[in-house]
């Protein structure tokens, strides 16, 4: 089973930064698409980046130019840079394969506000 573990959330002003990251318990790291997601209550789970094993990145419309998304294989982490932050990214944020097939972590919380 595999394990995922969100971490760096936090409570940041509206034009701050955070990372993320996303440490996996896979022994085989390297070849997975993985994406970064967020969830606020009582809406459903959305995509917000997308790393493929071969380091080609998508971005969802919402966040495209202010979030970066990057994996280090030896590390088996995948990180997730969110500059100029604004309160409707405030959302519980996910890590997990592009298609999202392995179970969910508990996600890390990030919260934009003054």
């Known amino acids: 089973q595999v394990q995922v573990v969100e971490s760096g959330g936090g409570l940041v002003q509206p034009g701050g930064s955070l990372r993320l990251s996303c440490v996996v318990s896979?022994?085989?790291?390297?070849?997975?698409?993985m994406g970064w997601y967020r969830q606020v209550p009582g809406n459903e789970r959305e995509l917000v980046a997308g790393i493929t094993g071969g380091d080609n990145k998508n971005y969802a419309d919402s966040v495209k130019g202010r979030f970066t998304i990057s994996k280090d294989n030896a590390k088996k982490t995948v990180y997730l840079q969110m500059n100029s932050l604004k309160p409707e990214d405030t959302a519980v944020y996910y890590c997990n394969t592009r298609s999202g097939s392995w179970d969910w972590g508990q996600g890390t919380q990030v919260t934009v506000s003054s």
């Open positions: 896979r022994s085989i790291f390297s070849i997975y698409a």
